[in-house]
């Protein structure tokens, strides 16, 4: 308890001063509680399947902390990075007894060099609109704001909704912001300003501009410039319709929070090497289907060659389906959500190919909307090229999640939809479910069946994958987040 006390002040200076993101497991250890801190080197334990205490950690932090003046805008996973300090040579017990903090800064120059040694631009902060504040929107301004202390230079400007007449209507998305039924109340202080038309959220300030069209609005004039535009409206999805946004003064660039036609899909983790916003100012962060399975799909196809893949998710139900039985333009989703279990197609799979090339025409998918308000399964039924176990793809999953802010892994044999209710993966692993089969015969070509089920948070899972993208598309993303591999 001492140590989580005592790492709790030098955590908060390297977050403040440095913008170096301290996790553990992935789990946050900034701006929680020593008791938390404590609870997530359990996690991190059961995680790695060693054990990874205070003891183990703390010197490694204070590494960390010496070295804080060159790991501006970092992320480091202190967990991951001590389990790989205790299989080192300079790692004697769990004590440290002959483990000195010169060994230690040895360690993390060598584990650390590619974050100690990239340069990091220090420009102005990004500007930043939502265009629209429904369920992603509100967890992405979530998201946001959250960030904005840490120095990340992305600023919630603004907030753009539809024109209508409705009475407190600044009051109710002040409450629905505050107050969530499946991610909880948000953690600080918002109060208003109804003559502006203002939210100040955690001091920051954020304008509500009440628009029914791009062309209407003027950002300029409210201060904002050069800002990136996240329409997750859903209402213009190809080149044409998101360019209206570009016809706005005060906009540079704009995503969608749903799969685009004619922009490019980027799945952070996966094609980030396509965004360059010189050339292209119009991109789609696809949609949270598409990033939970593209990455596992993306190491699968790396490692064993898929054949062909099709993808059955089971998902939480939306806002497009009715409460009860009423009329709706899509078929059976008119039927009550609370109530049935309704088939329904899914994009994911034709998305799949504008992020993973490799794999166009190898790819199936279905979708059942079940009665459940978030996170969903996609089960990932694969033919590759090779002749594997249930062993050697869990073995490689779990290598490749210790090293991944998209693929999360969970191997307990216990995990149900309600425990990734506010997981930052784009999708976690349920290992204990994977079924491998060897199909091919000796002396036949090598081919195995595999089945891999994956959770994904639909909402607070695809927020962070899409807040991931908008830091590569301002320059504002952290060291230490690159590509799944």
Same mark, same amino acid.
């Given at each position: 308890q001492e140590l989580a006390e005592n790492a709790i002040p030098i955590l908060g200076k390297l977050y403040r001063e440095n913008n170096c993101i301290v996790t553990c497991c992935d789990k946050p250890m900034q701006n929680v509680s020593h008791l938390q801190i404590i609870s997530e080197h359990k996690f991190a334990s059961d995680y790695l399947g060693t054990k990874i205490s205070l003891k183990d950690t703390y010197p490694v932090l204070l590494g960390i902390f010496a070295l804080r003046d060159q790991l501006n805008s970092t992320r480091i996973d202190i967990g991951k990075l001590t389990w790989k300090w205790q299989q080192s040579e300079g790692f004697v017990n769990e004590h440290h007894e002959t483990a000195t903090m010169q060994q230690i800064s040895k360690f993390l120059h060598k584990e650390l060099k590619m974050q100690l040694e990239r340069e990091v631009a220090q420009d102005l902060p990004k500007d930043v609109v939502l265009y629209g504040f429904g369920r992603i929107g509100r967890i992405v301004a979530r998201m946001l704001i959250e960030k904005t202390g840490g120095g990340h230079k992305m600023l919630l400007r603004a907030v =753009?909704? +539809?024109?209508?007449?409705?009475?407190?209507?600044?009051?109710?998305?002040?409450?629905?912001? #505050?107050?969530?039924?499946?991610?909880?109340?948000?953690?600080?202080?918002?109060?208003?300003?109804?003559?502006?038309?203002?939210?100040? *959220?955690?001091? $920051?300030?954020?304008?509500?501009? &009440?628009?029914?069209?791009?062309?209407?609005?003027? &950002?300029?004039a409210y201060g904002i410039n050069n800002a990136v535009i996240v329409d997750n409206t859903g209402a213009w999805r190809d080149r044409e319709g998101l360019s209206e946004h570009l016809k706005a003064k005060g906009a540079s660039e704009v995503i969608l929070t749903a799969p685009g036609k004619g922009v490019p899909n980027i799945v952070a983790g996966v094609n980030y090497h396509e965004i360059d916003t010189e050339k292209e100012k119009i991109y789609s962060a696809a949609s949270?289907?598409?990033? #939970?399975? =593209?990455?596992?799909?993306? *190491?699968?196809?790396?490692?064993?060659?898929? $054949?062909?893949?099709?993808?059955? %998710?089971?998902? !939480?139900?939306?806002?497009?389906?009715?409460?009860?039985?009423?009329?709706?333009?899509?078929?059976?989703?008119? +039927?009550?959500?609370?109530? $049935?279990?309704?088939?329904?197609?899914?994009? #994911? #799979?034709?998305? *799949?190919?504008?992020?993973?090339?490799? /794999?166009?025409?190898k790819v199936s998918g279905n979708a059942v909307r079940v009665p459940t308000p978030n996170v969903s399964i996609a089960i990932l039924m694969m033919n590759v090229a090779s002749v594997t176990s249930k062993k050697e793809v869990n073995d490689y999953l779990y290598k490749v999640a210790l090293n991944s802010r998209q693929i999360g892994f969970d191997g307990t044999g216990e995990l149900v939809s309600t425990d990734v209710v506010g997981d930052r993966h784009a999708g976690v692993v349920d290992?204990?479910?994977?079924?491998?089969?060897?199909?091919?015969?000796?002396?036949?070509?090598?081919?195995?069946?595999?089945?891999?089920?994956?959770?994904?948070?639909?909402?607070?899972?695809?927020? !962070?994958? /899409?807040?991931? *993208?908008?830091?590569?598309? %301002?320059?504002?993303?952290?060291?230490?987040?690159?590509?799944?591999?």
């Open positions: =753009v909704v +539809r024109n209508k007449k409705i009475d407190g209507d600044l009051e109710k998305r002040a409450q629905l912001l #505050a107050r969530d039924s499946v991610h909880g109340p948000f953690d600080g202080v918002i109060e208003m300003n109804t003559e502006k038309r203002q939210l100040i *959220v955690n001091g $920051n300030v954020i304008q509500f501009i &009440y628009a029914n069209h791009p062309s209407e609005i003027d &950002y300029t949270c289907t598409t990033n #939970a399975i =593209v990455p596992v799909l993306k *190491v699968m196809h790396d490692k064993f060659a898929i $054949n062909h893949v099709h993808c059955e %998710t089971i998902h !939480s139900f939306t806002n497009d389906q009715n409460l009860i039985d009423g009329m709706h333009s899509k078929p059976r989703r008119g +039927r009550s959500a609370p109530m $049935n279990m309704v088939l329904t197609n899914t994009g #994911a #799979a034709d998305a *799949v190919a504008l992020a993973l090339p490799e /794999l166009k025409g290992a204990d479910s994977t079924i491998v089969e060897v199909l091919s015969k000796e002396g036949e070509s090598p081919m195995s069946s595999v089945i891999i089920y994956t959770f994904y948070d639909n909402e607070a899972g695809y927020s !962070s994958q /899409l807040v991931r *993208v908008l830091q590569r598309m %301002t320059g504002k993303g952290l060291r230490g987040e690159d590509e799944v591999k």
